[in-house]
C-alpha cells in the first residue's frame, strides 16, 4: 500500500487476494476492521477500537490474580464471541464499567458474590447508571454461568432501577432555527445538524454517511453500528439541498479537522461546541435525533412509522413521541374549544 496502516492494524491477504485488515493490540482480541483500507468505513472502525480499548488500564496495573476470581473471569469475557459481537460502542461502556468493578474487586472469587452484593453496588450509582451497571454485569454473569465459574446469576432476580425518561433535551423548534441562524447553509455545522435531524440517526451512523450511501434517486442507506439493522430512508427535500450546497471531496460528508472522518467521540465534542456558540449549551446531538421523532410524531406518524426512519426496536420507545404529540395536540384542541365557547357568550 502507498499509504502506511495506523498503529495497532495488520494487513493481510485472503484466498481470493483481496486485502484484509484487523485492530489488534498486545494481550487484547482481534477485531477486524470493515471496509476498504484507509476508507472512511474503516476508519470509523479503527476510531471505535481505539476507543474501546483506550479505556482499559496497561496489563501491569491490572490485578494479578488466580482462575476463578473476578479478574480473571472479566479478562476471559473480553475475548469471549459474547463480548466480541457487541457493538463496538456498547463494548467500550461496558468495559470501563467492568474495569472500575475489578479495580475494585477483582482479587475476589466471583463465585462468592451473592444477589445483596450486586443490590449494594447498583444502591450506589444513579438510576440510569444502575441500568447500565446491571447489564453490563449480567453479561458478565452469563459468561461465567456458560462457562461452569459460577453456578448462578446473582443478578437475575434484580429489577432494573425505575429511571425518568427524557433526561437528554430535546431539541424545540426555536432551538432549531437559532441554530440555523448560527450556522448558515454551506457549514459543517448546518450540514451535521441536517443529517442528524433529516436521518433520525446516532452520531455514530451520521459520521459514517457518505456520498457513496444516497443511491436509488435519493435514497440513504445506513447500517446502524449500534444494531446492525439496516435501514433506508428518503432523503428529506431540506437535507438534499443542503448536501448540495456543501460539496465534499472525502467519502464521509463529515470531515474532521485534521481531515479525514470523525469518531463518534470527537463529532460530539465538536458538535458540543458548534451548539455553545449558538448559544445553545442544553442541546446536543442526540437530542436532535429524539426532535426528528417528535416531528415525525407531530406529523400523525404511526410507531412503525417513525421506527423505520429512526430504527428503534423498541415500539413502546417511540410511542413515548406518540403520546406527547397527541397530548399536545388534545391539549390546543380542547383550549380552543374553551375560547370559542367565551366568545361565543360575549356575543
Known amino acids: 500500500m502507498k499509504e502506511r496502516l495506523p498503529k495497532y492494524v495488520h494487513a493481510y491477504r485472503d484466498r481470493h487476494g483481496h486485502l484484509r485488515c484487523y485492530f489488534r493490540r498486545t494481550g487484547q482480541p482481534k477485531i477486524t476492521l470493515p471496509g476498504k483500507p484507509l476508507s472512511a468505513e474503516f476508519y470509523a472502525a479503527y476510531a471505535a477500537a481505539l476507543a474501546d480499548f483506550a479505556i482499559a488500564p496497561p ?12 479478574s480473571a473471569t472479566i479478562a476471559a469475557y473480553y475475548g469471549d464471541n459474547a463480548f466480541l459481537v457487541l457493538a463496538p460502542s456498547t463494548r467500550g ?10 479495580a475494585e474487586c477483582g482479587s475476589l472469587p466471583i463465585a462468592g458474590m451473592r444477589q445483596k452484593d450486586v443490590a449494594l453496588l447498583l444502591g450506589k450509582q444513579k438510576p440510569w447508571a444502575a441500568r447500565n451497571w446491571l447489564k453490563a ?3 458478565l454473569m452469563a ?10 446469576d446473582p443478578s437475575a432476580a434484580i429489577k432494573p432501577a425505575r429511571a425518568r425518561a427524557g433526561t437528554i433535551h430535546t431539541w424545540t423548534e426555536g432551538e432549531i432555527a437559532q441554530f440555523e441562524a448560527a450556522h448558515p447553509i454551506g457549514s459543517r455545522p448546518r450540514l451535521a445538524m441536517a443529517l442528524l435531524l433529516y436521518t433520525g440517526q446516532r452520531r455514530s451512523d451520521v459520521v459514517r454517511m457518505g456520498p457513496q450511501h444516497v443511491q436509488g434517486g435519493g435514497i440513504i442507506h445506513v447500517a446502524q453500528q449500534k444494531t446492525g439493522r439496516r435501514l433506508a430512508i428518503p432523503l428529506h427535500p431540506d437535507l438534499r439541498g443542503i448536501l448540495a450546497a456543501t460539496p465534499t471531496n472525502h467519502l ?5 479537522g485534521n481531515g479525514k472522518a470523525f469518531s463518534a467521540a470527537g463529532f460530539g465534542n465538536v458538535f458540543r461546541e458548534w451548539c455553545d456558540a449558538a448559544g ?4 446536543s446531538s442526540h437530542g436532535l435525533r429524539k426532535a426528528a421523532c417528535r416531528r415525525l410524531a407531530e406529523a400523525g406518524c404511526s410507531a412503525p412509522q417513525i421506527a423505520a426512519v429512526s430504527g ?3 415500539l413502546s420507545e417511540v410511542q413515548r413521541y406518540i403520546e406527547g404529540a397527541e397530548q399536545a395536540g388534545l391539549a390546543a384542541a380542547a383550549m380552543a374549544t374553551i375560547a370559542s365557547i367565551r366568545t361565543d357568550r360575549g356575543r
Open 59 to 70: 496489563p501491569a496495573a491490572r490485578p494479578q490474580s488466580g482462575a476463578g476470581t473476578i
Open 93 to 102: 461502556n461496558r468495559r470501563a464499567l467492568l474495569e472500575r468493578f475489578r
Open 137 to 139: 454485569l449480567r453479561g
Open 143 to 152: 459468561f461465567a454461568v456458560e462457562r461452569e465459574i459460577i453456578a448462578s
Open 252 to 256: 464521509t460528508f463529515l470531515v474532521a
Open 280 to 283: 445553545l449549551p442544553q442541546c
Open 312 to 314: 428503534h426496536r423498541s
